[in-house]
């Protein structure tokens, strides 16, 4: 049993790999650093938040389409959204240890020290000249506050540091047989500017009407400066994004709906309120007039999760400045103060992005429980993913008790019958008990055994996942009983 929850994460990561979850990339050429793959269960636990996003954004609102735009685009397109200049982390780099940091972070991983201690005063002093410092870009300062806290580097112990520099997170590579400057183009390190520069496609073939909205989940890809804690900071990464385009001027009350609506979103799942928190952005984004996060209380402390930006018309506006194209919307709506249409603007943009892979860890650590089932003659455990059902990887996993009389064949039989709807995974290796463990592991919410009265009756038990608790039904229910369990109408 693990006692702190240090011990549950490392539990919680050696699970993911041992049950099909999470791979490191590469592993037998000792991985890629801060890059995963995801296995047979992952994939599918990953493509199950997928579609309850896009349900809740696409599909339940009449007037959000989503898109899947390309990973290579125009490379001015980075140069007008500010990333070729300013995406950018500062990094520090010890000169004993050759070892490099991003100097934010080194503060940051400082605050939360001072503030253990006790030290809350000292602790927001620097958390303010942390903020004024990068809001105004001012490295030297960054540097001279490391040294000042008399940080040292975790590896050489000494605080031999360089200058503050900065570092550009986006990746590059090279269109075409000729190398040469102009050929340079970016993966792109965010979804968004694949629906930005296609707004006014979307708007007009598919006739929108402001307010509106445009979703995206696809890759997204950053040079982080240091990898750390698992899945939550990757080089390659997935986002769902969506951008709402607003009138100019109700951009707050959209922001405030969104912010509202994506917690609603996080807490359907049945996740317990106090596990989330908002956190407003003090150091605003070169495009943002206002920000939140949603974090999630992670095992090494509360992390982002997902971003509400309200973006103003930052984006549309520079792409107009660099595509030399029109950005603007016909409003053709009346003002009731004027009197006359709202007429040709360009809108403002309120996002929401939520980082695919933090949210699949977050499912993953608040599932994972190592439950102590000892009774006072045995001791016994076992770990469960208490996942909701929607996400389940497998909904329900089929037994035949024996692997004769005929046994194999009727559950193979209703397995067939349910395949389609379900994904199931049929199983007769070892004792039912070892059984129900594997797919107490994975999070199935039922496990189905045919026996001998089922060959008579038709007849089966069920045994539920987190109760374990277990009933006879006719077999003809399944469907139901399984489709109302596993049913989206549960969170939607
Ligand atoms: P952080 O401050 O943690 O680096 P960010 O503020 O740069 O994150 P955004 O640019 O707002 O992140 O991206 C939106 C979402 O994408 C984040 O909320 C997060 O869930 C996800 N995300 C960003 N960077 C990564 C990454 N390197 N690996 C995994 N997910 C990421």
Known sequence: ???????????????????????????????????????????????????????????????????????????????????????????????????????????????????????????????????????????????????????????????????????????????????????????????????????????????????????????????????????????????????????????????????????????ALGTAPEKYRYHEHTKLAHYADAAYDIEFNFPFGFKEVEGIHSRTDFDLSQHEKFSRKKMQYFDPEVDPETGKPYGNYVPYVIETSIGLDRMFLLTLINAYEEEDLSTEERQDSRTVLRLHPCLAPVKAAIFPLTKKDGLPEKAREIMDSLKLDFNLQYEEKDAIGKRYRRQDAIGTPFCITVDHQTLEDNTVTIRHRDTMAQERVPADQLDKIIGDLVSWKNVL
């Open 1 to 267: 049993m693990s006692n702190t929850t240090e011990d549950i994460f490392k539990n919680v990561i050696a699970h993911a790999k041992e049950y099909g979850f999470v791979f490191p990339s590469s592993e037998i050429y000792d991985g890629l650093s801060a890059v995963y793959d995801y296995g047979q269960n992952g994939s599918e636990l990953k493509n199950n938040l997928k579609t309850y996003w896009w349900k809740a954004m696409v599909q339940m609102n009449d007037n959000i389409v989503g898109i899947d735009s390309a990973i290579f685009m125009h490379p001015t397109i980075w140069k007008a959204s500010g990333h070729v200049d300013g995406f950018s982390d500062p990094m520090i780099d010890n000169k004993d240890s050759k070892k490099r940091y991003r100097a934010d972070q080194l503060l940051e991983d400082r605050i939360a020290s001072l503030d253990e201690e006790g030290k809350t005063s000292e602790a927001e002093e620097l958390q303010l000249e942390m903020d004024n410092a990068l809001k105004a870009e001012n490295l030297p300062r960054l540097r001279e506050l490391i040294i000042e806290q008399n940080i040292k580097c975790p590896v050489s112990g000494t605080a031999n540091w360089t200058d503050v520099r900065q570092f550009n997170l986006m990746f590059s590579t090279q269109v075409g047989a000729i190398a040469d400057e102009s050929d340079t183009i970016y993966l792109r390190p965010e979804t968004a500017q694949g629906i930005f520069v296609n707004y006014l496609n979307v708007q007009k073939s598919g006739r929108m009407k402001i307010p509106f909205g445009i979703a995206q989940i696809g890759k997204a890809f950053r040079n982080e400066v240091i990898a750390r804690q698992f899945i939550i900071r990757m080089r390659e990464f997935e986002q769902m994004e969506m951008q709402f385009f607003v009138r100019p001027g109700t951009q707050r009350e959209w922001f405030d709906k969104w912010k509202e609506t994506r917690l609603k979103w996080h807490l």
